[in-house]
């Protein structure tokens, strides 16, 4: 269970333009491209700092606790880009920052969260225990827990991703992974008061927010996925109570789809995606929109995994684009019949329909 000011906590989109206001200091607008073969435009987070969304919600919790006259060390479990988002926010404000990750969080995340001078701690074997860990350690030293997900000033500042593509695009529908629902709360706060569908999506046997949006708390075990950012056991309290009034739908992921569209992105759209970061986009072939995004949520992954991905990994070839029937402009007929019938062909398509000779006046010339 998350910290229990979560479930008396409120958030609203008013919080997600406040956190816009204190983020565009720090961060760059992330592009937003269009993948032609998969039909749908790509929000591009894995372009932003650390690798991640997620600096924006540690990013902006760090400048509205400073507002507030907290200036506790911040702890926070993760199973590395919300680590690698506090380090990084730790460092730019001079603050000081403890993460739990665990064990087997991608080295990639962990050097991440070293880099930025972050104390890291490795504990437990999934997210989860990392979590219960963080919270003793935050009780012990009264250091302020920074949830992942269950945050309203994480959830606040994970929106501003909404506000960007709303910005950029004009969609009828935003496909967002879901773990804790962070992301997804945040960008409906943005973007359903616009008429924007959000649908998240999970992967099979990583799905408890989904079965909590259905009634069913029962606290299952995940399953190994290659998607290791969105693996929860258990979902926010404040996320659920946000995506039961606001989210559309929920897509449920086959882990075969998912690593196939990982290893899509990478060969056709020359994009590095995690497993998270593209769950989105897999879910996105069964939503029927004309205007889709999804949001590519981050780009951390270990290049090992990556080089067995592409070895292992044989998509099947995108279908081909319709091509539109050119009309003759000269039919081969009227070409010498001495020529090839492939150059006949080819050469009734290039040559341009002669035009008609000019008839010059002439002046009658005396007998």
């Not at 104390?119 to 827990?145: C, I, N």
């Not at 695009?169 to 879901?178: A, E, H, Y």
């Not at 402009?329 to 000779?357: E, N, Q």
């Amino acid at each position: 269970m998350e910290p229990s000011v979560a479930i008396v906590a409120t958030v609203c989109a008013s919080d997600v333009l406040a956190a816009q206001a204190r983020l565009r200091r720090y961060l760059d607008i992330t592009p937003t491209h269009y993948a032609e073969r998969f039909g749908c435009w790509l929000k591009l987070e894995n372009l932003q700092r650390t690798g991640s969304y997620k600096v924006r919600g540690a990013l902006n919790a760090l400048l509205a606790a400073r507002e507030r006259g907290d200036h506790r060390p911040t702890i926070a479990a993760s199973a590395g880009n919300h680590a690698q988002g506090l380090a990084w926010a730790a460092y730019r404000l001079g603050l000081q920052a403890i993460t739990v990750m665990p064990r087997c969080a991608p080295q990639t995340k962990i050097a991440g969260v070293a880099h930025w001078g972050a104390t890291v701690r490795l504990h437990g074997e999934s997210y989860d225990e990392a979590k219960a860990f963080a919270a003793e350690l935050a009780a012990q030293h009264d250091y302020r827990l920074l949830s992942a997900f269950d945050d309203p000033d994480v959830i606040a500042g994970q929106g501003t991703v909404g506000l960007e593509i709303a910005s950029a695009l004009s969609p009828d529908v935003v496909i967002v992974p879901i773990g804790g629902g962070g992301l997804a709360s945040g960008v409906a706060l943005a973007l359903k008061a616009q008429g924007v569908r959000v649908i998240g999506a999970q992967v099979e046997g990583v799905d408890a927010m989904a079965r909590a949006l259905r009634g069913d708390a029962r606290i299952i075990e995940p399953k190994s996925t290659l998607a290791d950012g969105v693996k929860v056991k258990v979902p926010g309290q404040l996320t659920q109570r946000l995506l039961r009034d606001l989210l559309d739908d929920v897509v449920i992921v086959r882990e075969a789809e998912l690593r196939e569209t990982l290893v899509r992105l990478a060969l056709e759209e020359h994009l590095i995606a995690e497993g998270a970061g593209a769950l989105a986009l897999a879910a996105g072939k069964r939503i029927a929109a004309k205007r889709k995004c999804a949001v590519v949520s981050g780009g951390n992954l270990d290049a090992g995994v990556l080089a067995s991905l592409l070895q292992d990994v044989r998509p099947r070839p995108p279908r081909k684009p319709r091509q539109r029937k050119q009309e003759r402009l000269m039919p081969p007929a009227a070409l010498p019949s001495a020529l090839p019938a492939g150059l006949l062909s080819s050469l009734s398509h290039a040559l341009p329909t002669p035009r008609k000779p000019r008839v010059s006046r002439t002046e009658e010339l005396p007998a």
